[in-house]
């Protein structure tokens, strides 16, 4: 079965740039989404197909994907997105998930 | 406004079944997929089950596949999930969310997410 895999735990100074990866078999050739999750809150879409976002999130939010490894970038970090971060593909008809990052913002 | 709404979660014994729905709201429920997603506490996400728009593709994860059973009922804008022959690594909260594009499962993005409803399974 396919696998994603994160880093349990990323920090960035306020106002600095964060990166979590995402990393999977030739990931590159999969639409890639991502999400934000803060405690006792649902799932929250920032990112979807690699690089896209939704209506809302802010353009601080930005994604890439190729080779090996899947990234989301937040500029400009502010205190409002210490969160856990999932990546999510889909393969063979089954939606897989990243074990999830949390972000703190310091 | 687009809204899923959870519904059914409780305590349960081991080998027991509960019957999960998600009542949707602000879209045209047939025109898209939905999935089940559930997060045990403190874990991550787990990707439970998805149906295409009209009901006639489903797909589940290895966990729970020939326990569990999605369905939908389009003309009541509900999506549903019979969960039978439960078990304590079942405990979670279930979320139901809606695919990004398109009735078929496969490829979206979740963009709509529920509340979650919380399910327990302990004697």
């Known amino acids: 079965s396919y696998e994603l895999t994160q880093p349990l735990s990323v920090s960035v100074a306020l106002g600095q740039t964060a990166r979590i990866t995402c990393g999977g078999n030739?990931?590159?050739?999969?639409?890639v989404h991502w999400y934000q999750q803060k405690p006792g809150q649902a799932p929250v879409l920032v990112i979807y197909?690699?690089?896209n976002r939704p209506s809302g999130i802010p353009e601080r939010f930005s994604g890439s994907n190729s080779g090996n490894t899947a990234t989301l970038t937040i500029s400009r970090a502010q205190a409002g997105d210490e969160a856990d971060y999932y990546c999510?593909?889909?393969?063979?008809?089954?939606?897989?998930f990243g074990g999830g990052t949390k972000l703190t913002v310091l | 406004e687009v809204q899923l709404l959870e519904s059914g979660g409780g305590l349960v014994q081991p080998g027991g079944s509960l019957r999960l729905s998600c009542a949707a709201s602000?879209?045209?429920?047939?025109?898209?997929?939905m999935s089940w997603v559930r997060q045990a506490p403190g874990k991550g996400l787990e990707w439970v089950s998805a149906?295409?728009?009209?009901?006639?593709?489903?797909y589940y994860a290895d966990s729970v596949k020939g326990r569990f059973t999605i369905s939908r009922d389009n003309s009541k804008n509900t999506l549903y999930l019979q969960m039978n022959s439960l078990r304590a690594e079942d405990t979670a909260v279930y979320y139901c969310?809606?695919?990004?594009?398109?009735?078929?499962?496969?490829?979206?993005?979740?963009?709509?997410w529920g509340q979650g409803t919380m399910v327990t399974v302990s004697s």
């Open positions: 030739n990931i590159g050739s999969k639409n």
């Open positions: 149906i295409s728009g009209s009901g006639g593709s489903t």
């Open positions: 602000g879209f045209t429920f047939s025109s898209y997929a």
């Open positions: 969310a809606k695919a990004e594009m398109g009735a078929v499962a496969g490829d979206d993005a979740f963009d709509i």
């Open positions: 197909r690699d690089s």
């Open positions: 999510q593909v889909w393969d063979s008809s089954t939606a897989v």
